[in-house]
């Protein structure tokens, strides 16, 4: 089974929308089923955990668990979990860990950001860094912060396997689309690549997010090379917005000095 979430990136112009002060519910939880070309694979879910502090940060803990079913087991089996500590008013990235067993494909991987130092420390080596960070798992709460409309750009960051990926992302179109869950009115997010100064266009990956307060993930496509693996929400479960003084106020006290754990 292919990787879940890809580096996504986009076209120009630029304009960047505003992000907004929604709090990510803690306890939100969304199931989506997997399927891979024809075949039903599994399930995928991403959760918020809970409120942890992380390296003097109060951080929301992102977990993703994606794994194929008993028909998929029997020729490649699934097993990946995600981890991601996001800072409670930048969502900046703090730390995020892997786990992946694919197949034969087996890989455990850790990095936390210090940025009074500007610098990643993974499990395999130091890295400066020039900005604040997001990683694969943290890219989906991070885009849903923004009040996204059609013809939105946005540019980030996202860091992997100790690489720095620049990627800008559209908001294309507004379509509906019926899913298990239900039928939903959605912004659809296409990413591009930028290389060697030039705006390429990949198609390899369409995103669509409520077109509400919420922008919840209902439904992802991804091509590969022998297929598409198509992601659809099975069911969605409301958290809660945790009191302002729990993210905010700890956070405004440790942000002049970053704690190492």
């Known amino acids: 089974m292919k990787k879940l979430i890809v580096s996504l990136i986009l076209i120009c112009p630029v304009f960047v929308p505003t992000l907004e002060a929604t709090e990510i519910q803690v306890g939100e939880r969304i199931r989506f089923q997997v399927k891979y070309g024809i075949f039903d694979a599994g399930t995928s879910i991403m959760e918020v955990e809970a409120i942890d502090t992380t390296h003097g940060h109060i951080t929301y803990r992102l977990h993703s668990n994606t794994r194929s079913n ?35 494909y087996n890989k455990d991987y850790s990095v936390w950001f210090d940025y009074n130092e500007m610098q990643a420390v993974s499990s395999d080596t130091t890295i400066a860094i020039e900005d604040e960070m997001q990683d694969v798992l943290s890219l989906f709460y991070y885009i849903r912060s923004f009040d996204l409309s059609v013809g939105d750009t946005i540019r980030m960051s996202s860091f992997d396997n100790d690489e720095i990926s620049p990627f800008w992302l559209a ?12 039928e939903y009115e959605c912004l ?30 209902v439904l992802m496509k991804s091509k590969a090379s022998i297929g598409s693996m198509i992601l659809r929400l099975e069911s969605y479960r409301e958290g809660e917005e945790p009191p302002v003084s729990q993210v905010s106020s700890e956070n405004a006290a440790t942000q002049s000095g970053v704690i190492s754990q």
């Open 70 to 104: 008993k028909f998929i087991d029997a020729f490649y089996k699934v097993r990946d979990h995600m981890t991601s500590w996001i800072d409670t008013l930048s969502l900046a990235t703090v730390q995020f860990e892997k786990s992946l067993n694919e197949g034969k």
């Open 171 to 182: 908001v294309k179109d507004i379509e509906k689309v019926k899913v298990p869950a239900g």
């Open 188 to 217: 659809v997010v296409e990413p591009f690549l930028e290389s060697d100064f030039l705006f390429k266009y990949e198609g390899g990956l369409t995103i669509w997010f409520t077109n509400d307060e919420r922008n919840i993930p």
